[in-house]
């Protein structure tokens, strides 16, 4: 399974039996990079007994991940991603603040952020 870097993929983990309050169920990935990287994501609740763990890898290379569900152990699951080459001109990765003036923003990539808002308080 491959990914291209801040794209995103869905895990899906399914229970092959009715529960009772699917959301009160809580479902959460852990991915690691080669190079010690964590990230931890919440799953969200799919419908017909289906949650979806949502991720974005931001370093080449392979992830492992793990879903675990402590109070339905029959939705655990793990394995392993490639994550490869952006090709995307207008994919960036997620929005972070500029280390080198707090006062802006930039992407994941580190391409500047202009941010374009309008407002009116009428």
């Known amino acids: ?11 899906p983990v399914a229970s092959q039996t009715p529960i009772a309050d699917p959301y009160t169920t809580v479902v959460t990935g852990t991915f690691r990079s080669e190079t010690g990287v964590k990230l931890t994501v919440p799953g969200f609740y799919d419908g017909d007994n289906r949650w979806i763990v949502r991720f974005s890898p931001t370093e080449l290379g392979e992830w492992t991940w793990s879903i675990v569900c402590e109070d339905q152990p029959q939705l655990n699951d793990e394995g392993a991603l490639i994550c490869v080459v952006n090709t995307h001109a207008k994919i960036h990765g997620g929005l972070q603040v500029n280390p080198e003036n707090s006062r802006y923003f ?3 990539d580190s391409t500047d952020y202009f941010m374009v808002a309008y407002e009116v308080d009428w």
């Open 1 to 11: 399974m491959s990914v291209q870097q801040y794209h995103y993929i869905d895990l």
């Open 106 to 108: 930039r992407y994941a």
